[in-house]
């Protein structure tokens, strides 16, 4: 079956004097999946987003979004798209729902305040819908900021740091929200420093790096890539040799040892190696035990593993960043 793609960009390229924010950026998202924009600080993923959303214009490289070539039919891009920016771009004078009214008014929707109600209720702010959104919780405020890009139903929807600064509890309403958003059939584009969020909400994973896209996969390839962390805790350290011996067989990979503490540890990129394994093994080989253990990687792990995590050559993610107003900018 042929994949349709919301988001689709070869070779972007975006200079700001002397730095080179993007040096040929690639990206594919399909239709209706959610992908995760993640990379150090001054990779890029804040320039790639305001270039994806009309906002910059590229120096070099081409890009479709919603079916739409980024450049020729900008005007057509902003009317398929929604933006979220890092901070809440809604009015703190007006009310929660006189700011969706606003926004729908702008962007022409019909029956504005039927849409703007329905809204309240998905976003569970009916009760709070008169209040000034400057009297909201900083939850309540940016569930109000995310109900705003999407009066117009986008097709693709660029989340930039949704959910910075809040607390666990809005945090999961904000990730209830994105998940029924792609069920609906809504393309997501998330960066976020929370790999967490990545984990739970991403169909894929673009690392990007140094202006460039590094890796690519879902968060269980990207994982895969990386492998487990084995460890051995052993009662003296006199079989640290012996345990060091075991798990270099069984991963491949050279020991590290920690005397001190008496273990040995390795990664593992074989996905059949379980912890019974690893038990047996050194049980077999004689190793006196005091603790085993098999972690499975994080997006953490990933992360540190697979990028540079340096902040030269990158975007520089304060330039010009007004993303509290993305979304009042792109009113076509």
């Not at 666990?168 to 958003?181: F, M």
């Not at 990687?297 to 993305?326: A, E, H, I, K, Y």
């Amino acid at each position: 079956m042929t994949t349709t793609y919301a988001v689709l960009s070869e070779g972007l390229q975006k200079r700001f004097g002397a730095v080179h924010a993007l040096r040929g950026l690639d990206l594919a998202v399909a239709e209706g999946t959610a992908c995760g924009l993640l990379g150090p600080n001054g990779a890029g993923k804040t320039t790639a987003v305001r270039l994806l959303t009309t906002l910059l214009r590229p120096d070099a490289g081409s890009a479709r979004v919603a079916g739409h070539d980024l450049v020729r039919e900008a005007a057509a891009v902003r009317r398929r798209i929604g933006v979220t920016g890092q901070y809440a771009s809604v009015d703190g004078d007006l009310t929660g729902r006189q700011n969706l009214l606003l926004f729908a008014r702008l962007h022409r929707v019909r029956d504005a305040a039927a849409r703007a109600g329905e809204l309240l209720d998905r976003f569970g702010l009916a009760d709070a819908a008169d209040r000034p959104a400057a009297t909201l919780s900083g939850g309540m405020r940016r569930r109000l900021d995310l109900a705003a890009s999407l009066v117009r139903r986008p097709d693709v929807l660029f989340l930039d740091e949704p959910t910075t600064g809040l607390d666990p509890a809005s945090r999961n309403r904000i990730w209830d929200a994105v998940r029924a958003l792609k069920a609906d059939g809504t393309t997501v584009l998330l960066t976020t420093q929370y790999l967490e969020e990545a984990d739970r909400l991403a169909d894929d994973i673009a690392l990007v790096d140094r202006g460039r896209v590094a890796h690519t996969g879902s968060p269980a390839e990207l994982k895969a890539l990386v492998g487990a962390y084995v460890e051995a805790v052993v009662t003296d350290a006199d079989a640290l040799a012996r345990a060091a011996a075991v798990l270099d067989r069984l991963t491949g990979a050279a020991p590290v040892l920690d005397r001190e503490r008496r273990t040995a540890g390795a990664v593992s990129t074989d996905p059949t190696l379980t912890l019974p394994r690893l038990v047996r093994a050194l049980d077999a080989a004689g190793v006196p035990l005091v603790d085993a253990s098999l972690r499975p990687p994080t997006l953490d792990d990933v992360f540190l593993r697979l990028t540079g995590g340096s902040d030269d050559g990158g975007d520089n993610d304060n330039r010009g960043d007004s993303g509290d107003n993305d979304s009042k900018e792109l009113v076509a």
